[in-house]
């Protein structure tokens, strides 16, 4: 899609109704523009979306990750920018900032497009690390062991054979669960586990494993 400008008004009659958020980093910093509370007048502009959009905005880069959100409503005067489902405002009115990863509402539109962000969640829930795993088994690294439930770890499992070796405690129905998706695995089974069946199921699903 093509960029185009739309005045405030004319945006706000288009989204009678609808919720639109700010995300910020450390020091309120978003790229190099500084949000505040209350007005923001801003040359440069100042990014927003909806919830279902909030993932693209978000930078997990591990120096500066966003860790703040804000509730932003667009003045009628201001004049945004609309590039795809991310839109760019000069005006922004933005509430009082609040602890983005503690949100687990917020989270759950997060995290099936940026699982990884799982690493930020301050209060996990099985809930939101099933969505995570299933979106990308890797992300069972940042699952707390308390959590990593047999579940929880086959979705990892399955949904990408490498999130094995981030397996807490294995099982029997694990390991049998890794080597049907990849043998090479089974340098990683724990001798308690690695039967002949074992062998022969990595065998089976890896010839030269």
């Known amino acids: 899609m093509n960029k185009y400008l739309i005045s405030g008004k004319d945006f706000n009659e288009r989204h009678i109704g609808k919720e639109f958020y700010v995300l910020t980093s450390n020091g309120d910093f978003q790229d190099n523009v500084k949000v505040f509370d209350g007005l923001n007048d801003v040359d440069d502009g100042i990014f927003f979306s909806d919830l279902g959009s909030l993932y693209i905005l978000i930078d997990t880069n591990i120096d500066n990750p966003v860790i703040w959100i804000r509730k932003a409503v667009v003045p009628d005067d201001a004049v945004i920018e609309i590039d795809d489902r991310i839109a760019k405002s000069n005006k922004l009115n933005t509430s009082k900032k609040m602890l983005m990863w503690s949100n687990n509402i917020l989270c759950k539109y997060i995290l099936p497009n940026r ?27 940042f699952v707390m062991a308390n959590l990593q439930t047999e579940e929880i770890c086959i979705d990892a499992i399955l949904q990408c054979s490498y999130a094995f070796q981030y397996v807490a405690k294995q099982t029997e129905k694990l390991c049998k669960t890794a080597m049907t998706q990849n043998g090479y695995l089974l340098e990683l089974v724990k001798d308690i586990f690695k039967t002949e069946e074992m062998c022969m199921l990595a065998l089976e699903s890896t010839p030269l494993a």
């Open 115 to 141: 699982p990884m962000a799982l690493k930020y969640i301050v209060n996990q829930t099985p809930e939101l690390c099933k969505l995570a795993v299933q979106s990308e088994g890797l992300a069972l690294q």
